[in-house]
């Protein structure tokens, strides 16, 4: 999570949706157009990716059709289903893969950023999330003015989800009036859970009348080295500041205290940065957690935040050597679809930390995006407005190419559509027969 000019952070960290096998169930029939892609595919095997060399696309404007193909799509759902599943299953129908790729990025608007810079990635790219990040110190009313224009961008089709860091203390990046100064977390921990989800309501009252829809908070990583050498977290009293059992309960009050204002909550970092040394922001030879283990007591404040459904959970950019040694929690297939789907049960959106950090600076910034949806997740934040292209543009390349990927592209996109079903940023369903 990048500093801000003010020496604050910005993470790029009420809702649980059914499982995948749910998801499958949870379409209807296809539009006309769409049926004939999908028996035109029967008949040419190279189109389902049965034996043939994928054609190639550009980055820019991908072949769509590979969507027909898809196996979440081909399993019609009984018509009475409305649930948020099924209805961003028969949206995802209507959309062009470029279109669903775009629902997977949140692109960023720093401080003094002009909204009408994001204008053709919403737009013409499909761009469906936006992360407001900086030292915003006009007030709500300015805050507010950039998330209408930003809604503006997106016209008829499902609306953003406009999201920020709004943790407390060192982290809180909408300020000035309309905005009340958040105690650190080590200060909300000492509050009872009844007064913190009371609090919390009052933030983020103050949040939604703003126009933002989702916090990045709260933090439930548990410190587990000395606090003063713990960078990303302890040194900077982001934490409760109690055990696991503490940490957990506090971050079910937040998130709850948001839900009541009508605001979503990512908690974060899964499965938590209270083990380094080092800060995933400013560290580009990556940050390696060598103890923590999948039964770590540390893991059981996020299953205690997980019963407070939070819409979100961000995953850490460190690697737990222990748990995957070759990837970094946003990027490993074992900590996403195997123990936070598999084990926990999580079926709604994963998104990454900032993919603008120093901690992936290694990984071409094309294939960011790619190794985050390979690995199970679905939101790829940025906080540097120059990543969203190569991020756009290596979603849209694969996922042209690789009908496996695309069918992944598709199962996320139905994910984060289902959300925003939940939270009322999607239109009516697509028309039925």
């Not at 169930?25 to 999908?38: D, E, F, G, Y």
């Not at 540390?298 to 050597?321: D, I, N, R």
Request: one cysteine or more.
């Amino acid at each position: 999570m990048p500093w801000n000019n003010r020496g604050m952070i910005s993470s790029a960290s009420p809702l649980h949706f059914p499982s995948s096998r749910t998801l499958s169930r949870s379409s209807h029939r296809a539009p006309l157009t769409t049926m004939l892609v999908a028996a035109l595919a029967l008949m040419i095997p190279v189109l389902t990716g049965c034996g043939g060399a994928q054609p190639t696309a550009s980055p820019s404007t991908p072949t769509s059709p590979t969507l027909a193909t898809s196996p979440l799509l081909r399993s019609p759902a009984p018509r009475t289903d409305d649930s948020p599943a099924a209805q961003a299953t028969r949206l995802a129908r209507s959309m062009s893969l470029q279109e669903l790729v775009g629902q997977l990025v949140m692109a960023p608007l720093p401080t003094g950023y002009d909204p009408a810079n994001l204008k053709d990635e919403i737009e013409q790219d499909h761009v469906g999330s936006v992360l407001v990040t900086g030292d915003w110190n006009g007030g709500a009313a300015a805050v507010g003015t950039a998330t209408k224009a930003l809604q503006g961008y997106a016209g008829d089709g499902p609306k953003l989800i406009t999201a920020t860091d709004q943790e407390g203390g060192m982290v809180q990046h909408l300020q000035g009036p309309g905005f009340d100064p958040i105690p650190s977390g080590v200060q909300q921990g000492a509050r009872s859970v009844d007064d913190l989800r009371a609090a919390a309501a009052t933030w983020g009252g103050q949040l939604a009348a703003a126009g933002i829809n989702v916090n990045l908070a709260p933090v439930v990583d548990t410190v587990a080295v000395n606090r003063a050498s713990n960078a990303p977290i302890g040194a900077l009293d982001r934490d409760f500041g109690l055990d696991a059992q503490g940490n957990g309960a506090h971050a079910q009050a937040f998130v709850n205290g948001m839900r009541d204002a009508g605001v979503s909550s990512a908690i974060k970092h899964y499965p938590g940065l209270g083990g380094v040394t080092g800060n995933t922001d400013f560290t580009a030879d990556g940050i390696t957690d060598a103890t923590t283990t999948l039964q770590s007591p540390s893991l059981g404040a996020f299953s205690t935040a997980l019963e407070a459904h939070p819409a979100m959970v961000m995953m850490s950019l460190a690697t737990y050597t222990a748990v995957d040694p070759h990837h970094p929690a946003a990027f490993s297939s074992t900590l996403i679809d195997g123990h936070l789907r598999g084990d926990q049960g999580f079926q709604g959106v994963v998104i990454s930390d900032s993919l603008s950090a120093a901690a992936v600076s290694g990984i071409p910034q094309d294939q960011l995006g790619v190794s985050l949806i390979e690995a199970g997740g679905d939101l790829a934040c940025i906080s540097a407005p120059s990543v969203v292209r190569p991020v756009l543009d290596g979603l849209n390349a694969k996922a042209a190419t690789d009908p496996g990927f695309a069918a992944k592209v598709t199962r996320s996109a139905i994910r984060v559509l289902a959300l925003k079903y939940q939270m009322h940023l999607a239109g009516a369903p697509a028309a039925r027969p």
